[in-house]
Every structure is written in structure tokens, then in C-alpha cells.
């Protein structure tokens, strides 16, 4: 249980350091967008041919993160009062009186308009335009519209984590192929198991904080249900690489094993009572047991993708 | 015996590293900046019209030269 106690005393006793700063920009999730992004961009220019200055790349990536980190910062300004009220988030930099929440506003949009304009400089006006989009919907749309009226928040607010793929491959080509949206479709159907794994756990600290999310809305036997059937649409989805050649025989195989892992914890969660009253220890860590797994999941996929497309791997089972 | 330094003294030196960390970010924006400027130009193609300078043909003016009061 958290022992914060925010007073005037305790917040002269701690200025905030670059660290908070960094904070703000939810670094875990920085580096999930970096990674899914970094594949993008190497599948693309495996797919399409078209090399891109490995500089301007990694400054596209850079970009990408630098975006992500912008719209994090915006979350953590306008959520700062329902961060406060649940434990997982209330040693974050503004709940904890480290950072005011105007400076995390100043932050999220200094950075945004940075990003895009980086993005804009180092490859093309679409890749740029898709950033902005993408900032757009996790720091208004999900944030300051989904996140507190619908149990389908994460949902739809899903697809502001699946961009990073089509910006990369945008930035390479300047075009978004269905390939790029192939990519986009299975971080989009993949978020929903993810975090409502997690919210089996949490959805004491949501129910507190007043925010809808599925457990606390429909309650926990829903959850997992809803859980399964995404998970039985995730895993076929995750294959549809092989069939039009982005993916090859690496990655159909990492696909099949992986997804077959993720159904597998999906049909446990369902069987068991993970988010009831009743749930114990062993409940608890098998749904967080599902949340890291589909952690390891999206990057054995994205992996074996950028595995396949970078070390010349990549031996597709139908023609591209 | 260790003084212990006034909450004051605490918020300067914490104000003075974020100060530094805002400075070394903004170096590596235009950093980022130039080094993406040039790497554009140096990719770019400035042949024919393309080009940075007026390099065609002039029309002729002569005509409208006579014309002219002047």
C-alpha cells in the first residue's frame, strides 16, 4: 500500500529531477513503440526495395518515440487526478508533487510539435502527418474522450499504440501499403487482451479512480471471456504475414508457437476466477503471467520480422 | 557534523540540473536539425530545374526594351 503523503513540506523536500521528466514520457512504452516501429521500417525497405538513409532512419525512430513520449506526458497531465487515486500510478511525477501539472502539458506539446516536425524533415509530409494523427488520438481521443465513458475505451483507443508500424513504413516509401496496415490490425487486436489481462489484476484501483474498464463495468467473468476471443482472433491474424510474404518461414513458425502460447493462457484465464472476489495469489499471477506474456508475444512477432527482413532471412512461402 | 542544506538550496540545485538537461536538449534538436538537413541535401537531385540558382535562358527583351519610353 502506498505511504504518499503529499505536503507542502514533502514537495520542497523534492524537486523534481530529469528522471521525473523522463518519467513522463512512459519509457516502457517508448520502447515497445520504438521496437514495433523499427521493424516496420526494416520490413518496408525489405518488402518495397527502397533503402532509406540509415541516419534519417534512426532519426524517424527517433521521432516515433520522441511522439509516443509527447503523448504520454499529455496522458499523465490530464489524468493526474484519477493517477492519484490508484496505487499503480500514484508515485507518478505529477501525483507525487514532483512535477506541476502545467510543466507535463508544456512538455507533451513542445515534444509533439518537435516530433512531427523532426519526422516531417527526415522523411516525408505522411509519415509526419500520421504522427501528429497518432499523438493526436492517444493524448485527446483515448485519453481525454474514451478512457472515462466507455468500457470499450481500450479498444478503440488501441490503435494509437499500432501506428508506429505504418509511420515507419510511410516514412520509408511515403506510401501505407496493406501490408503496413496488416501490421497496424495486430498490435490493434492484440491491446485489448493485453491490457484487460492487466486489469484483472487492477481493476480495484480503476473501480477507485472511477474509470470504466471492462472488469469494473461487466465484471471479471466478461473479461475473460472477451479476452479468449480476441486472443482466437489474434492468432490467426498473427499468420496472415506468411500469406501475403511480409512474413516468412521464421516468422510463420515464431507466429504459430506464439500464438498458440497466448491461447493457451487465454483458455487457463477463462477457466479460472483472475478478477473475482474470490480470486487468489495463484489467480493473480496467472493473469499477470498473460500480461507479460502477450508483452513477449508482440515482440517474438515483430522480432522475427525484423530478424527475417534485416539478416536476409527472410524466405517468404508465397510470392510478394 | 553534515549540515543539512535549506529546501531552498535543494530547489536551486535541482532548478540549476534541469536547467542543463533543457539545454544539452535543445542542442541535440538542432543538432538533429542540421545533421537532417544536410543529409537531405546532400541526397537531394539539384539538376536542371531543380537547381538552387536561375541557370536557363533569359527571355529575350529586347522588344519590349524599344517599346519602352525609356
Known sequence: ?????????????????????????????????????????????????????????????????????AAGALNMWY??????????????????????????????????????????????LLAAVLLAVSIAYYGWFYTMLLKRRTSQNIVIGGAAGAFPPVIAWAAVTGTTPPDAWLLFAIIFVWTPPHFWALSLVAHKDYERAGVPMLPVVHGAATTRRQILYYTLLLAPLG?????????????????????????WFAVRLLRSVAGDPDAGDAERK??????????????????????????????????? | MTEVPSPEILRLAAQKRRNLWLALALVVFVVLVGVTTTLRIQDADFSGENGFYFSGKMPDMTESAAESPE
Do not use: C
Not at chain 1, 516468412?248 to 497466448?262: I, K, P, Q, R
Not at chain 1, 513477449?296 to 527472410?314: C, K, R, V
Open chain 1, 79 to 124: 489524468d493526474a487526478d484519477i493517477d492519484a487515486k490508484m496505487i499503480r500510478t500514484s508515485t507518478r511525477p505529477i501525483p507525487s508533487g514532483a512535477v506541476p501539472r502545467e510543466e507535463a502539458l508544456a512538455l507533451g506539446l513542445i515534444l509533439s510539435g518537435a516530433s512531427v516536425l523532426l519526422m516531417w524533415m527526415a522523411s516525408n
Open chain 1, 286 to 320: 496467472l493473469a499477470m503471467g498473460t500480461f507479460g506474456f502477450s508483452i513477449l508475444y508482440l515482440f517474438l512477432l515483430f522480432g522475427a520480422l525484423l530478424i527475417e527482413h534485416a539478416t536476409g532471412l527472410h524466405f517468404p512461402l508465397v510470392g510478394h
Open chain 1, 239 to 263: 499468420l496472415v504475414p506468411v500469406a501475403t510474404g511480409l512474413g516468412g518461414l521464421l516468422y510463420g513458425l515464431v507466429a504459430l508457437g506464439a500464438g498458440a502460447g497466448f491461447v
Open chain 1, 1 to 69: 500500500m502506498s505511504n504518499l503523503q503529499i505536503t507542502p513540506d514533502t514537495l520542497a523536500l523534492r524537486p523534481a529531477t530529469a528522471h521525473d521528466y523522463f518519467e513522463l514520457l512512459k519509457p516502457r512504452i517508448i520502447f515497445l513503440v520504438v521496437f514495433t516501429g523499427l521493424a516496420g521500417l526494416v520490413a518496408a525497405q525489405g518488402i518495397s526495395g527502397v533503402s532509406m538513409n540509415p541516419v534519417l532512419a534512426a532519426i524517424s525512430v527517433l521521432a516515433i518515440a520522441v511522439g509516443s513520449g
